[in-house]
Structure formats: structure tokens, C-alpha cells
């Protein structure tokens, strides 16, 4: 007798209430038990309204209209409650932050089996196994709110492995990790299929999925599936311009294309001296911890730089030091020569402007123009200087046009260029950017560094990431810190060839990152993968 | 961090009792707070306040901003109602004087005086005896209530298990939401944004903070959105729940509580007889 199928998706396609168009469209496919299938795809294909037609908050928290059929185990799920249905299928959404809802590890692992009303001793036994399994009974009583990163992702994992699901869903897991907490994470994946447990995996970063060898992979774009199928088909039926595959997947797929057109930072003009200095500087959010110590460094016309390191490294502390967000316990930082203990953030953002992961923790106006005009007023330019510097920024970053709307309404990467305008309004020197690549799907990302780059007015860039792949790209110096000191500064081809420090910062080298290696000494510096093709 | 929580565990009064036991002998104390006018017997109650604040086994240095919170806000409230005798007329007819305070300078011809009264002076210790001894007796329930138990305490208290949880809730994402407000700070100020500098009437004030408030709502709003897929996701409010932490009501706890609960009806009794009204000795 044939093995009965995990999940049968069978031509179900969706429209939320309030939309005209069809989310997802004529989606079938099965999963058997024990299968770990990847579902990637660009930002707005539907892959997480696929995830929330499977865990059943489609169409029960969610309303829409819905077609076809989706059988768990054999059985169709249409009459069963939320609660049956979180018994057999566990979901770990994107954020771990805000899927955590209980102020202790053991609150929150205990959450699903509270609802189902098991005793007291089983939820227990629960709690218990399912940190176990994970590694992390020693967090069962820590404050989920102090958790890493990493942590937090495996203490939401372990809150939905207590309810015994046999299916589980991972909505871009990666995507707040640093490498060597997304290995460990993988691994975990690895590890529960090859126990039998079903897993679908969303997740942008491809390449990184690829080295736990999922047993399938399917491909959507505009609601649809456009490739289902093996690993090494996946290449051939997908543009490699849109997902994010192992470089010498690229190298070969490359090969064939005209070379990509040269992207070089070309910065404006400016005077010799430092921008920046860091002297000796040392901080600590109390007295009697430490998070910086005695970092000195100094950023300089024409850098473009990339800050790697681990969550808690103390990446965010030094760059909140140079635009005077904070100011050092010890040492002193000067911007164009000026101790920022003596000026305000105000006289800072003149010289450095800051862009922020989230642009919704920045957006509030109106207006897309009044937006822009906020940083540029509050440094009091004129008002016809203002209307100039606005203008001109709407119109490096492709918004002309939209003046008028309101920021929060437009799409995320619309909203990421805002908030880069906002910035190129204010006419600061350095553009300095926390994660510029989180939110966004591969093609989007690459195109917005490229388009960075490319800007006519910055002197020099600096980028805090988790992605090395950025920093072999883009950066043309890499400071690598680690337990709030910088461990290493130099070029990226010297920097980031050394894999024991890499692996002591928890980085992991990429296959973009060995490719150049391999090639250096011809290339004579980092480079894209297409650009390696034609070399 | 904008928001850290109070609560450790200490050699406390408090934290000797069941914290519901601890919370309806609290409701109690306050209600009979409120029943009095007489300095005398708001006197005892502002001792009992602070027998237990000096019992609570918090250091001074823990709360020395709420604490100066305190004495500024009462004596600021005090001194405002000995000046202006507001309030205190609901309470006394007459007043006798004591002596007239006069300002040896005028304003535009007007010379500022104030008789200063029995009443008035009364009135005003009454205000500080109530407002420290709420006070205190409030402050010290961060500092003496573990936050991860705000849930099972209000369920314990009677309420349904989506309001007591939504307690719990209320506490897991606050220091979240002290963490995004950080960052929206952090966001504004990088752009020149000062809020020292907001100038202007109240409500062009409250305009100038939208830099802040719109990011901060928005940021919530869209969170509040994964929280509550995760909640549907593992199966709340679907039927009643079980909570893992139980807290069990000892000897010490029922006596606490009919201690509030007598204390309740005694100062009901007295007030409803006349007793603890206002009162100046003449």
C-alpha cells in the first residue's frame, strides 16, 4: 500500500477580503512524512499565505474566499478547529520576538499545552523534553525577553514542538540570525526530518538551506508555483538574478550572459582628513558591564565599510557612538575633528546619517515630501534649500512622482528608499545603514545596494550585517568585531580569508566568499559571482 | 533600557504573603484611605504605609526616583492646596485664622496675601498623609510582584482566563514596546529631532511628538498582528486553560485577607457613624 501523504495541497488558491486579486493561484502539491521541502520565492509571491492556508488561519482568522482542498494525513481540514489543527501542524513565524508570548522560557514553551488544558505533570514532561531535544533546558527559567536571538528562535521552536506536531512550518527562521545561530539552526531542521518529522521551510536565504539538502524545492512567483522539484533543476528553471543560489551554481549560469555592468562606489568630494575617529573609546550601558573596549579606528573619504559580527557583539553600541546616539564612558569620538560629547545628534546628522533596519520605526508624515523636509528643518536649512535638497533626494532614489503619498503606504522597498532619502535630504557625508538587506527578497536587495553604491553625494558608506556576502560585494574595508572589540580591520580579501577568526566571530564562510578566494590572485579583489564567470 | 522590570525576590512583608492575598488587603487599605479626613487616623494609615515600605526590603537606592516622585508630587499638591484652599471648602465651613501672610511688593498694584488657617493647614496635611501613604503602598507592587505570575494572579482574583492573560500579555510586551519607542527615538534623533526643544501650546506640542507616536503605534500595530497569529496558532481561547503556576493560599494568607477585609467594615462602620471626618483641633 501506497505511504499516505503529510500534506495534500489540492488546487487551492485564495483572495483576501479586501483584495481583487487571487494571493495564491491553483496551488497543488503533497508532501510525504519525513520530507523537508523549501519554498522560496520574492517578497509578495504568496509563500506565507500558502503557510497560513496550512496552519488553518486561513480562513479562520483571516477571511477571504478559498478554493480547493487541503488534506492533513488523508483528512480534509475544512471542519476542523484551530486547536485540532495545532496538534498536527506547528508554525514558527518570522519574528520570534513577537511569537513569543510568555515572560519566562518555561511560560512560554508551556503556552499551546495550557490552551489545550493538559495536566499540570504532562505539560511538565512537555516543557521539559522539548528543551531537552533542542539543547536549551538551561534557559527554562531566563526571561524570554533577554534572549538572544538565537535563543529566542529555539524557544519559540520548542513551544510548538511541546504540542507534538507532526508537521511544522518555518516562516524564514534566518532572517534575525547570524550565521553560525542559522547553522544551528538548519542542523535542528536537518535533525527533526530525519526523525520523521514534515517540514515546509520559507526562507530567502536559498544558499544556506541548500547545505541541508531539502528533498525539494518549490519556486512561486505572483501566487503561482513555477518550479517544483529536485535541488539541481532548480538553477535551470529559476533566474538566478531572483534567488540567492551557491556561487558556482551562478558562476555557470552566468557564463552564458553578457558580464554585469562594473557597480563603484565614487565618492563625493571632500577633504583629506577623517570623517570619524574612535580614540581609545570603551562604553557600558551600567556601570559594571562592558559593551565597547578601547575601540579606536577612524572612517575615512571614499570607505565603504562593513561591520560583521555576531548578535551582541556590539556592532549597533559603536555605530550609535558616531552619531552620538551614545557617548563613550572612556576615549572620545570626534566627528570632522569635533568631540561629539560637545555637539548635539542634531550637529552630528550633518555629518553622518543614519539608516535604520525598520523603516516603520522611522515613517510618520503625511506625505512623502514632508518626510524628507523633517530632517533637513530640524537641521534649520532654509526653506528653499530644503525644497532643492528634497527634490533632488526624491529623485536619486526613483520616487518622483510620488511627492504625495503617504510613506507608510507604499511597498517595503519603497519604504526602505524613503528613509534613505530622508537621509540624503539632510545632506550628511556618511550613509550609515543597520542591516540595509533585512526585510527584502534577493533580487530587491541586490538591486537597492547596487543603486546605494551608485548615490552621487555620500563621501563614505558604512553597513552593518549578518550577510559576509554583502561585505565580498559591496565593502571595500571590513571591521570585524567581537565581544565589543574589533577584532580585525583591513580589506575584505585579507579580513575575511581568515576562517579561524571567521568562525570565532560565529561567521561562516560563504561559497561566494571561497570562490574569491579561490580566484584572488587573478581577480586581484572580491567580486560578484556573474562578474566571476566572465573572469 | 527604557523599561527594566522592578520585581526580584527579597526578605520582603509583601512577598511573605500570597500575592492575591497581598493585592485584596491592598484594595482594602486603599478604599479605607479614602473613607477619612482626620489627620488622626490618616496618620495611622500613612504609618502602616510605611511600616510596610520600610519592610518591603527595598533598597533606597532602587526606588529613589519614585520615591522623590512621591514626596515632590504630595508636597507640591499640598502646598498648592494650603495657597489656593481649593478643595478643602467640600469639607469645612468656617476657618480660623491663624495669621495673614502679606508680600511686602505688589504686582501691578495687586499685593499677594494669604490667611493662613487651621483648616487650610489640616486640609493640606490630610492631602499629604493620603497621597503618600496610596502612594507607597502602590509603588511597591512592581518591586514585590513577580510579572510572569500578573496572569494566574488575576485568574486566582476571579477574572476569565482571556483578561487575566491579557495581564500577562500586557507585561511580556511591554519592555518591547519600551524597546521599539527606543529606537524610534534613536531613528528621530539622528534626523535633527529634539524632543527637549518641543515648544508651542499643548496640542502643538502633542503635533511636534508625532515623530514618535505615529512610528511607535504603527510598529505596534503591525506586531500586535503576529501576536495574535500565534496565539490562534497554539490554540487559545478555544476552551478553558490550564495554568502551570498555581499559587497556593497559606494560614498567613487568610489572615491577611481578613484582616483587610475587617479593617474594610470597621472604617465603613466608623465613617458611616461620623467618625474621620474632618477634624482641627480647637
Known amino acids: 500500500m501506497a505511504q499516505s501523504s503529510a500534506i495534500s495541497i489540492e488546487n487551492v488558491s485564495f483572495r483576501y477580503r479586501d483584495r481583487q486579486e487571487l494571493a495564491i493561484r491553483d496551488i497543488s502539491f503533497q508532501m510525504m512524512p519525513g520530507e523537508l521541502l523549501l519554498l522560496a520565492g520574492a517578497s509578495g509571491c504568496g509563500k506565507t499565505t500558502l503557510i497560513r492556508c496550512i496552519n488553518g488561519l486561513i480562513p479562520r482568522s483571516y477571511k477571504g474566499e478559498i478554493t480547493g482542498r487541503i488534506l492533513l494525513h488523508d483528512q480534509e481540514t475544512t471542519d476542523f478547529s484551530l486547536a485540532r489543527i495545532s496538534q498536527i501542524v506547528g508554525t514558527v513565524l518570522q519574528d520570534p520576538e513577537r511569537q513569543i508570548l510568555g515572560t519566562r522560557v518555561m511560560n512560554e514553551v508551556a503556552f499551546g499545552l495550557e490552551n489545550l488544558a493538559l495536566s499540570r505533570p504532562e505539560i511538565i514532561k512537555r516543557i521539559d523534553s522539548s528543551l531537552e531535544y533542542l539543547g536549551i533546558l538551561q534557559l527554562r527559567n531566563r526571561e524570554t525577553f533577554n534572549l538572544s536571538g538565537g535563543e529566542k528562535q529555539k524557544v519559540a521552536l520548542a513551544g510548538v514542538l511541546a504540542m507534538r506536531p507532526s508537521i511544522l512550518l518555518l516562516d524564514e527562521p534566518l532572517a534575525s540570525l547570524d550565521p553560525a545561530s542559522a547553522q544551528e539552526t538548519l542542523r535542528l531542521v536537518r535533525q527533526l526530518t530525519d526523525q520523521g518529522m514534515t517540514v515546509l521551510m520559507v526562507e530567502h536565504r536559498v544558499e544556506d538551506v541548500f547545505n541541508i539538502h531539502p528533498d525539494r524545492v518549490i519556486f512561486m512567483e505572483e501566487g503561482e508555483i513555477r518550479y517544483l522539484g529536485a535541488l539541481d533543476g532548480l538553477s535551470k528553471a529559476v533566474n538566478y538574478h531572483e534567488i540567492k543560489l551557491p556561487a558556482p551554481l551562478i558562476v555557470e549560469r552566468a557564463a552564458a550572459d553578457p558580464p554585469p555592468h562594473p557597480v563603484q562606489f565614487q565618492p563625493a568630494d571632500g577633504k583629506p582628513q577623517p570623517l570619524v575617529q574612535f580614540e581609545d573609546v570603551s562604553f557600558g550601558y551600567e556601570t559594571h558591564t562592558t559593551v565597547l573596549k578601547g575601540i579606536s579606528l577612524s572612517i575615512n573619504r ?28 572612556s576615549g572620545r569620538v570626534l566627528v570632522e575633528g569635533k568631540d561629539t560629547r560637545h555637539i548635539s ?14 523603516p516603520s520605526h522611522m515613517l510618520f508624515a503625511p506625505t512623502v515630501y514632508e518626510e524628507l523636509a523633517f530632517g533637513p528643518t530640524n537641521l534649520r536649512h532654509d526653506p528653499e534649500e530644503i525644497r532643492k535638497e528634497v527634490q533632488e533626494a526624491i529623485d536619486i532614489v526613483h520616487l518622483t512622482g510620488r511627492e504625495k503619498d503617504p510613506p507608510l503606504a507604499l511597498s517595503f522597498g519603497q519604504q526602505k528608499r524613503v528613509s534613505i532619502a530622508a537621509i540624503l535630504a539632510m545632506r550628511s557625508r556618511i550613509l550609515v545603514m543597520d542591516e540595509p538587506t533585512a526585510g527584502q527578497d534577493y533580487r530587491n536587495y541586490m538591486e537597492f545596494m547596487d543603486a546605494i553604491l551608485q548615490l552621487p553625494n555620500f563621501e563614505a558608506i558604512l553597513f552593518i550585517t549578518h550577510d559576509i556576502d554583502l561585505a565580498v560585494i559591496y565593502a571595500n574595508r571590513v571591521l570585524l568585531v567581537d565581544n565589543g572589540q574589533v577584532v580585525a580591520d583591513g580589506k575584505p580579501e585579507e579580513v575575511l580569508s581568515n ?14 566568499l571561497k570562490l574569491n578566494l579561490q580566484r584572488v590572485e587573478a581577480t586581484g579583489h572580491f567580486q560578484r559571482a556573474e562578474a566571476l564567470a566572465h573572469i | 533600557m527604557l523599561v527594566t522590570w522592578r520585581y526580584r525576590i527579597r526578605k520582603s512583608i509583601i512577598q511573605w504573603f500570597d500575592p492575591r492575598a497581598w493585592l485584596i488587603f491592598y484594595a482594602c487599605f486603599l478604599a479605607c484611605t479614602l473613607l477619612f479626613w482626620d489627620v488622626r487616623y490618616l496618620a495611622v494609615f500613612a504609618f502602616i504605609a510605611l511600616v510596610i515600605l520600610i519592610g518591603s526590603g527595598i533598597r533606597v537606592s532602587e526606588m529613589r526616583r519614585p520615591l522623590m516622585f512621591i514626596a515632590v508630587f504630595g508636597i507640591f499638591y499640598s502646598a498648592l492646596t494650603f495657597l489656593t484652599g481649593r478643595g478643602g471648602m467640600e469639607v469645612y465651613e468656617s476657618e480660623h485664622l491663624i495669621t495673614r501672610l502679606q508680600a511686602n511688593f505688589t ?6 496675601a494669604i490667611n493662613v488657617t487651621l483648616e487650610k493647614a489640616f486640609y493640606s496635611l490630610g492631602i499629604f498623609l493620603r497621597v503618600s501613604s496610596l502612594a507607597s503602598m502602590t509603588i511597591l507592587i512592581p518591586y514585590s510582584l513577580n510579572p510572569a505570575q500578573y496572569g494566574i494572579i488575576f485568574r486566582g482574583l476571579g477574572m476569565s482566563d482571556k483578561i487575566a492573560y491579557a495581564m500577562d500579555l500586557t507585561m511580556r510586551f511591554i519592555p518591547t514596546f519600551g524597546r521599539d519607542f527606543m529606537m524610534t527615538m534613536d531613528a528621530q534623533r539622528a534626523r535633527g529631532y529634539e524632543l527637549e526643544n518641543l515648544r508651542g501650546g499643548l496640542i502643538a506640542q502633542v503635533r511636534k511628538m508625532a515623530p514618535l507616536i505615529v512610528p511607535v503605534t504603527i510598529h505596534a500595530i503591525i506586531g500586535s498582528e503576529d501576536i495574535i497569529d500565534a496565539m490562534d496558532l497554539r ?14 493560599y497559606k494560614k498567613r494568607d487568610y489572615v491577611l485577607i481578613a484582616l483587610g477585609i475587617l479593617l474594610f467594615f470597621t472604617c465603613g462602620g466608623l465613617s458611616m457613624f461620623g467618625f474621620g471626618k474632618f477634624w482641627v483641633p480647637i
Open chain 1, 302 to 329: 571614499g570607505d565603504v565599510i562593513a561591520v560583521l559580527g555576531a548578535n551582541g557583539a556590539g556592532k549597533t553600541t559603536m555605530v550609535k557612538h558616531a552619531i552620538g546616539l551614545l557617548k563613550p564612558k
Open chain 1, 345 to 358: 545628534v542634531a550637529q552630528v546628522a550633518k555629518t553622518l546619517g543614519y539608516v535604520f533596519q525598520s
Open chain 1, 499 to 512: 576562517f579561524d577568526l571567521l568562525s570565532a566571530t560565529r561567521l561562516v564562510p560563504t561559497s561566494l
Open chain 2, 107 to 112: 504686582i501691578f498694584g495687586w499685593q499677594p
Open chain 2, 235 to 248: 490554540a487559545f481561547g478555544v476552551g478553558p486553560r490550564v495554568w502551570l503556576e498555581q499559587l497556593h
